[in-house]
């Protein structure tokens, strides 16, 4: 994979997390001012740094961006955003660029101040290691985990207006959780040039259909942010026409692969499960069915068992507020028919329990009779693991 | 307790259910037509039961109810609403009424047809054995189980019109689960007499601050009925002003304390949890805050644990899609303020986590400043135990 040219990064610890084998902050530069774009938690409590990094994109001129683990600067109030605004004056010292150009991203535990001596010295180690190499990019990824059992990276590289351009995205989540911990967090880096708009356009087309698809717990967290960076040093022009849609193909790639790979990592998940839906009205009917079915905990249950439960499924369905017609649905699991327009069919429960069990990706799909539209959308299973990482904590 | 005049009850086993020790039909008549409401599921995946009785309530002349569990007659097509149409003539021929005068409850396994000749000869034996004493309303109530602890019921006296008049419910509900089980269940009679229109707007009324204000896994179910019958035989005159007043509240009291009933015998449940909301807007936005913190797994496994976690419940009621200034909420956890006016407070964390442990009941209470409206809603901590019951079962 080609690291896309122009960037430099980072992972240090700096005694934020408790565990000093594990890396708490990461920084990300760019050479020259990028474009940014961003896409944020629709939480109406949100962290400080969501609130910082809202008020700032899109950009025409980002350099850098500072993350730290092991605390969500969120339920904070004023001070919260002081210091927000003191971990990007922090930054941009210690990197050369101005405050203004500095994004910044934090994740962890709600309700305590971050600790500025430790993000101080930190964002001074870090930037002081900043480098071009896989092993930057490896420190970077896991100095913005929390309970993510590995880090997450997805590249892409394209030809576009007869260059090799890269697209590099790192993620971070593994469920709403982790004690205390909440949040899914991507930035995905180019060396191609976009226009502002472009950028943020693109960015929001693209995490519709990928991080806004996916769900562990549905609990949505204070501090979900993808930010989106490009900095032209390969494609000095913006990217227009068809290059552009080239360059949106591979964006989706990127963001999709890091998205899976959250519910891949959930907390206590057993299996990946893939829900198609298709067949609604509208893609958001479509959405709205998949959310529920992914949410159910009965669903979740049945999957954690191995139980082809299609009645779950198909019930789980009908509460989603959207209208349709019973008799025209269907249902298939690993790929056999369970359901087949409003009836159960005999099928081979041990041979598609066993298709559960022995994968660990398990594949649901819904078919309406309503229309076209149709989404796919990622989720868990639900096992005991996940409640006991989940109870057995203590404030 | 008084019983209500003029309804006989009886529950057998029938063998619907592998479990001889259990019953799992019940019948209940009334000497003289009654008025009759209902309140169905809103899953649009419903089953033959709810079709048939929806399309015959509101009434001013029902007889009988006749109740089967261990099988829910869902997904079953055409031939589920000939069998809920033949349930109903037998159970009028048996008991010497009109088959247009017959409900028909049935709770249990999705998608497998009725057996039909285990329902006829259910039918006939608690037929011969209906009886108006306690004994009679025990096995009527434990009949309509499935995989409840115990059997729901509540009762009312009031005095209107000069007369004491009894309300009396039954319910069942012990999560929308079961191994394939699905279903909250109730139907409350009285010896009031009511106007049908005020029968209906009544239930409506007290479905909408209880059965719809509890929640255990969120899981809508196929089969949800709440059914109403007042025969009139205490008070022939409709209920009407002061006298009408006086009935509706103690009809909620009945109504609350079998809801309540419901999260209170959850599968696996160590808590039943009280959410206050309050301050909002209208009672829509209080409703729809308190609806997504119950059905929040990491507010629940907090609870489990005995966690304090305000951070966890904060941010839920963030995602509830409800607008509020994050700076006037406040949140109190058994009586203790953990947040005030946007902020976390300093609180005693190993007290409010005894208090947790030690009591069956936990209290939210959940303050904004948008307004007066304020909701009660109920539901169950989320335990490994429910994973396991849910998870080890194979269809």
């Keep these: 994979m080609q690291l896309p040219r122009g960037f430099r990064m980072a992972g240090v ?48 001129a980002i350099r850098a961006i500072a993350i730290n683990s092991g605390n969500s600067n ?54 002081e290691r900043l480098n071009v190499t896989h092993e930057g990019l490896l420190s970077a990824a896991r100095g913005m985990l929390t309970t993510d ?127 198609d839906v298709a067949g609604c009205a509208t893609r958001q009917d479509a959405y709205r069915i998949a959310k529920v079915v992914a949410e159910s905990p009965l669903v979740k249950t049945a999957i954690a068992g191995g139980d082809p439960n299609w009645g779950r499924i198909v019930s789980a369905a009908g509460y989603a507020g959207i209208a349709f017609d019973p008799v025209g649905v269907s249902l298939d699991l690993n790929g056999t028919r369970l359901y087949e327009r409003g009836s159960p069919v005999a099928f081979d429960a041990a041979a598609v329990s066993a298709s559960i069990r022995q994968e660990r990706e398990t594949h649901i799909r819904l078919q309406f009779a309503e229309g076209s539209a149709s989404v796919r959308f990622w989720t868990t299973d639900l096992t005991a693991e996940y409640v006991r990482l989940n109870a057995d904590y203590h404030t």
């Design 149 to 275: 059992t590995h880090e997450k990276i997805a590249g892409r590289n394209v030809i576009v207006d007869g260059t090799s351009i890269s697209i590099l995205g790192m993620a971070k989540g593994a469920a709403m959780i982790g004690p205390n911990m909440a949040t899914m967090l991507a930035v995905i880096l180019t060396d191609a040039a976009l226009a502002v708009d472009d950028a943020q356009a693109l960015l929001s087309a693209v995490v519709d259909d990928s991080f806004n698809c996916i769900s562990v717990d549905g609990h949505m967290s204070t501090n979900d942010t993808v930010l989106f960076l490009a900095n032209g040093t390969q494609s000095r022009r913006a990217l227009a026409g068809g290059d552009l849609k080239t360059f949106h193909a591979a964006l989706a790639e990127v963001a999709t692969e890091l998205a899976r790979a959250i519910p891949a990592d959930g907390e206590g998940a057993t299996h990946l499960v893939t829900i």
């Design 74 to 127: 969120a339920c904070t109030g004023e001070r919260g955003e002081r210091d927000a605004a003191e971990m990007a004056r922090l930054a941009g010292a210690a990197c050369g660029v101005s405050e203004h150009e500095v994004l910044v991203l934090s994740t962890g535990l709600i309700g305590e101040f971050l600790p500025m001596d430790k993000i101080a010295s930190g964002i001074r180690t870090a930037a």
């Design 13 to 60: 610890y700096c005694g934020i997390k408790r565990n000093p084998h594990k890396l708490d902050l990461s920084l990300i530069v760019s050479d020259v001012p990028a474009v940014a774009a961003g896409v944020y938690t629709q939480n109406r409590v949100f962290s400080a740094t969501v609130g910082y990094n809202r008020a700032r994109t899109p950009s025409g």
